[in-house]
């Protein structure tokens, strides 16, 4: 079903009633292929330094207008072992993109010691940007097992639209380095933003091809939201309404899930930017993980990605579905 790039496109959009069978399709395959449970990465945004200058994005490194920061190991820590404490079962450790050695260095030892801190227990995600085969080697032998680097859009034309073109930002590396992350053992998740200026519904059902094609294990898409103070926010009268991003993220998400049954589809963080109960509808068409923030409350309003990004998340609406103290690997990548 759904396996045409025509096919997809009918599902983004069709009618209220369709959407419904779209919507109760997702949550059949979810539950029948990783169970109706939800899974919690605790989310560590270990430090907004990043030597990009995606064009959409708050922390670029041309905003001169960011308050940089850097966690202390203690204070990345304190996170992990609040994490383990509250039976979180993982952890994702962000950050802008680094690629001096002492970076490297210093999270190869944040990852072996949150391993021993927890006993081996806490599986670790990262989402540190591009980095050679030889960092994520570094990182896996230390204890991640599961990576996180959207290809933003599977468009190469869109994709030089929205970052500069300075050899830094190449969607070839890009690619590269999904195919580097799978060859070290990671669990790879991918994802793209919904709704950007430029962006086609084309586009969309070929993010879906794409993920599909690349056989991904994880995913997580949110909408795009227009971040202050950046090149791409001069198109924001081309976008189409804040509503229509939602919608059709979850739609992106039921889609993925009808055609990817058994992988990992997170409730992002820039659906709740939206709507304050966006994870939870994500949850009811198809996705099963959430990243409740756990960094420490001072210098969450500097991880500043995009306007009004939620600073915390009650995850007490979720209580009776979440599966506490385990991993919740992608069952997908189990069966590969
Ligand atoms: N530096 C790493 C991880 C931090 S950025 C990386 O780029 O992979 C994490 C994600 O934030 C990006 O992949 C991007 O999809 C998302 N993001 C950045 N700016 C955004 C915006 N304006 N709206 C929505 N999502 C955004
Ligand atoms: Fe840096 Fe990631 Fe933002 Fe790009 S999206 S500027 S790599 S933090």
Not at 40 to 62: F, M, P, Q, T
Not at 216 to 228: A, K, Q
């Amino acid at each position: 079903m759904g396996n045409t790039r025509a096919e997809i496109m009918d599902m983004l959009l069709c009618d209220t009633a369709s959407r419904e069978m779209l919507f109760e399709s997702a949550r059949r395959l979810r539950n029948e292929n990783v169970g109706d449970g939800v899974y919690l990465r605790g989310l560590i945004e270990y430090s907004n330094v990043c030597r990009k200058n995606c064009l959409y994005c708050g922390i670029r490194a041309a905003n001169n207008g960011v308050a940089r920061y850097t966690l202390a190991p203690q204070q990345v820590f304190e996170a992990a072992r609040f994490a383990y404490e509250n039976q979180y079962g993982s952890i994702v450790l962000q950050g802008g993109e680094q690629i001096n050695e002492s970076h490297i260095a210093i999270i190869t030892n944040l990852i072996a010691e949150i391993k021993l801190l927890s006993n081996n227990e806490l599986g670790i995600t990262l989402s540190m940007g591009e980095q050679t085969r030889d960092t994520y080697r570094r990182w896996f032998e230390a204890g991640a097992h599961r990576y996180l680097l959207r290809i933003e859009t599977s468009s190469e034309e869109l994709y030089r639209r929205i970052h500069p073109n300075d050899g830094v930002h190449s969607y070839a590396a890009r690619l590269q380095a999904l195919s580097d992350l799978r060859k070290t053992g990671f669990q790879v998740g991918t994802g793209v933003m919904v709704g950007l200026p430029f962006q086609t519904t084309e586009n969309l059902a070929d993010d879906i091809l794409f993920m599909k094609q690349l056989d991904i294990d994880m995913c997580g898409m949110g909408p795009y939201i227009v971040s202050e103070h950046t090149p791409l926010a001069d198109y924001a009268s081309l976008l189409e309404n804040e509503q229509w991003r939602f919608e059709m993220t979850l739609r992106m998400i039921a889609v993925l899930r009808i055609m990817m049954p058994d992988i990992n589809i997170a409730a992002t963080t820039a659906l709740q930017a939206i709507d304050p109960r966006g994870r939870l509808k994500a949850i009811e068409c198809g996705a099963n993980v959430v990243m409740p923030n756990i960094s420490p409350l001072d210098v969450r309003a500097n991880y500043s990605l995009y306007n009004n990004k939620p600073l915390s998340f009650d995850s007490s609406v979720l209580e009776q579905l979440v599966m506490y103290g385990q991993w919740g690997d992608s069952q997908h990548f189990k069966k590969r």
